[in-house]
């Protein structure tokens, strides 16, 4: 069964820094690139970050260019991805989403994403 399980979301005030989780469970996930996006209430989700299946080439919009890093784990029988959130910004606030895609190299792209997890709060305030 394939499962995208986020964690790791809260409230934090402005500077301060959050770590999310995301545990995949599955067969294959090892093999997939994988990323995070986020969305807030009446926009589209957005991209924000994306690390190649063997933990090589990373992916980050620029607004979070040099905040955030994603890095992920392939111990077997589950992949764990992590975005830490460093310095971060009440505009950061949106619900964030891990998703996998079914290819080698990390994408930006929202249509390469075929599994997803049911999404983490994350709210800073000013």
């Known amino acids: 069964q394939v499962q995208l399980v986020e964690s790791g979301g809260g409230l934090v005030q402005a500077g301060g820094s959050l770590s999310l989780s995301c545990a995949a469970s599955g067969p294959s996930f090892n093999n997939y690139s994988m990323g995070w996006f986020r969305q807030t209430p009446g926009k589209e989700r957005e991209f924000v970050a994306a690390v190649s299946r063997s933990d090589g080439p990373t992916y980050y919009a620029d607004s979070v260019k040099g905040r955030f890093t994603i890095s992920r784990d392939n111990a077997k029988p589950t992949v764990t991805v992590y975005l830490q959130m460093n310095s971060l910004k009440p505009e950061d606030t949106a619900t964030y989403y891990c998703?996998?895609?079914?290819?080698?190299?990390?994408?930006?792209?929202?249509?390469?994403?075929?599994?997803w997890g049911q999404g983490t709060q994350v709210t800073v305030t000013s």
């Open positions: 998703a996998s895609t079914i290819r080698f190299s990390a994408s930006v792209d929202y249509s390469e994403y075929r599994y």
